[in-house]
């Protein structure tokens, strides 16, 4: 709650989807929006350095010292990897690994001469020593760390949000205004809210917003592990906001009811909402009379804080800050006593006064009280929804003798019904597949397209990739990567036969062919079996995938214009 913004600075023209931070919070690296050239930002000065690459980069990862940088490049369609000095302003390009391949993956430079490589669950090794990429576990130095410190290694190679035994960035929706109490003699309450940046405490029972770094739902943010740093990039925009630490506000407060919460029309649910911890007002602007300069009741264009009730006896409550999004000034409002869920779901309860109740904010804090924990208050709640739900299981056994007698009477008409429609369906499935097998096409042609089926997946198993490549049309609906050319084809093939070694791909099923809807081919399906290992982790893959294929007859025969599949159970 001590958290402040003191400044913020824009760095334009940047692409910030491959940003990284230096591990000692100095600097941050990203590329240009319109060129090839990493920029490298002091975040303690108005310090930027620029570096030229040969190619557009994927990764940065800064050496444990700062200084330097591992780059990640894509050059002609190959992935190069290349260190680049931040002062001089050089980069130097590694030779490939000396498997000849360059693994795919985030790269975090960790140790000196180690980077570890994160893909997905995969942790690779890639050592600068001997340019050799081996799995993590067979590393001495990874194996001898405890698990949590290798899962920690493994997310700092993505910059995020991070959060610390006392404090915690996060992205959270908060209350910004309220509209009157009742609407057109109605009781309705509408509320308004943005998602911004928060700093909560990870145990503690409040959390401070800062409702000027209002957040997209498609925006990226992270932070220096300190938390002092916040960067967040907007379009070809690099925002840094700056924080530093103000004194504690004050926190827990006595204040006067009208009344004891017991008393009232809404008693009920002021208990319930009290009992469980969700029992909340909130503090607003005084609105003033400019004919007599009184207090008339809250501004409700501008929610400063919310305060939840930790105790209400007879005609005094004790309420604290749990959410914060401008300073609380010495005369503020206490209005719209309501029951207030954590994803900010709120019903507004109504006390037993002649017009809406609201009081002033007091003068000074108890010092004496302390914060709850936000623990205690989700048991809180935990208890009330239990008793609840007994209670609402208790009706429902009442009912459910009633529900068995009135099911026992349609239990007979019920069953027919579902015999009945099981024989329907049945009959219809059997005249689909009998339409099916009608509407195959003519076994000559049939024969012929299976035999190019065949011929296609032998030259994948004898890693003729031009001449699987010659198979394709000029445009293909190629798996999930949408219409693609035979170039990007050759490319995607190139790059699987180098890294695997395929040992098996075998049809095993009669394969159906039968004319497209659209009449521009044939639609070709059957089940293949594929047996390869990936020469990199020497992962073996043995599965089987559902294959379905458009091919169409062209002026240089028959060729494939769609391939999809599915990997079976």
């Not at 925002?239 to 004050?250: G, K, M, R, V, W």
């Not at 501004?299 to 919310?306: N, P």
Request: glycine fraction near 4%.
């Amino acid at each position: 709650m001590q958290w402040r913004l003191l400044k913020q600075r824009e760095v334009p023209g940047v692409d910030a989807s491959t940003l990284a931070l230096s591990p000692d919070d100095h600097f941050a690296a990203c590329m240009t929006r319109e060129q090839q050239m990493l920029q490298v930002i002091d975040l303690r000065s108005e310090a930027v350095w620029r570096i030229n690459l040969p190619g557009k980069a994927e990764h940065f990862s800064f050496h444990p010292t700062a200084d330097r940088l591992l780059v990640v490049w894509v050059q002609n369609g190959e992935r190069i990897y290349g260190v680049a000095n931040i002062h001089q302003g050089q980069v130097i390009a590694l030779p490939k690994p000396r498997r000849g391949v360059s693994p795919s993956g985030t790269p975090f430079w960790w140790q000196d001469t180690k980077v570890l490589i994160v893909r997905g669950q995969d942790r690779l090794m890639f050592n600068l020593d001997t340019l050799e990429v081996d799995d993590a576990a067979e590393d001495e130095g990874w194996k001898a760390l405890d698990p949590l410190i290798q899962q920690q290694i493994a997310r700092e190679a993505a910059p995020s949000l991070m959060d610390k035994m006392k404090w915690q960035w996060e992205v959270k929706k908060i209350i910004r205004s309220s509209e009157l109490p009742e609407i057109a003699l109605q009781s309705n309450w509408p509320l308004t809210f943005s998602r911004c940046l928060v700093m909560s405490h990870p145990d503690l029972d409040c959390m401070k917003a800062f409702p000027s770094l209002e957040v997209k739902e498609d925006e990226r943010l992270c932070s220096t592990r300190d938390g002092s740093v916040v960067l967040r990039s907007v379009s070809d925009v690099l925002h840094l906001y700056y924080f530093d630490i103000e004194p504690l506000p004050d926190m827990v407060w006595k204040i006067s009811m009208p009344h004891a919460p017991e008393e009232g029309d809404n008693a009920k649910d002021v208990g319930r909402a009290l009992e469980a911890g969700q029992l909340a007002a909130l503090v607003y602007r005084p609105m003033i009379n400019p004919l007599n300069q009184q207090v008339v009741g809250p501004v409700r264009s501008d929610v400063s804080a919310v305060l939840r009730f930790k105790e209400w006896k007879g005609k005094e409550a004790t309420v604290y800050l749990w959410q914060l999004s401008s300073p609380i000034r010495q005369g503020d409002v206490i209005a719209d006593v309501c029951s207030l869920s954590d994803e900010l779901e709120a019903d507004l309860l109504k006390l037993s006064t002649p017009h809406r109740w609201w009081t002033r904010m007091p003068a000074t804090a108890d010092s004496t009280l302390t914060l709850p924990k936000t623990l205690d208050r989700h048991e809180q709640a935990a208890v009330v929804r239990k008793r609840e739900y007994e209670e609402k299981s208790a009706r429902t056994a009442r009912e459910e003798e009633e529900r068995r007698k009135r099911e026992a009477e349609t239990a007979a008409i019920s069953r027919m019904a579902a015999e009945k429609a099981a024989v329907e369906e049945a009959e219809r499935k059997a005249a689909m597949e009998k339409a099916e097998r009608e509407s195959e096409v003519a076994p000559k042609l049939k024969e012929l397209i299976v035999r190019f089926i065949q011929r296609h997946h032998q030259k994948s198993l004898e890693s003729d990739v031009r001449g699987m490549v010659a198979d394709y049309a000029g445009k293909v609906d190629y798996f999930t990567n949408g219409e693609v050319d035979q170039a990007w084809i050759l490319r995607d093939e190139e790059t699987y036969h180098n890294t695997h070694s395929i040992k098996e791909e075998r049809i095993l099923r009669d394969v159906t062919v039968r004319p497209t809807t659209k009449g521009d081919g044939y639609e070709v399906t059957y089940d293949l079996h594929v047996l390869a290992q990936n020469l990199v982790t020497f992962k073996v893959v043995d599965s089987v995938f559902a294959v379905r294929m458009i091919i169409a007859h062209t002026p240089e025969g028959l060729r494939i214009i769609l391939q999809h599949s599915e990997k079976k159970p």
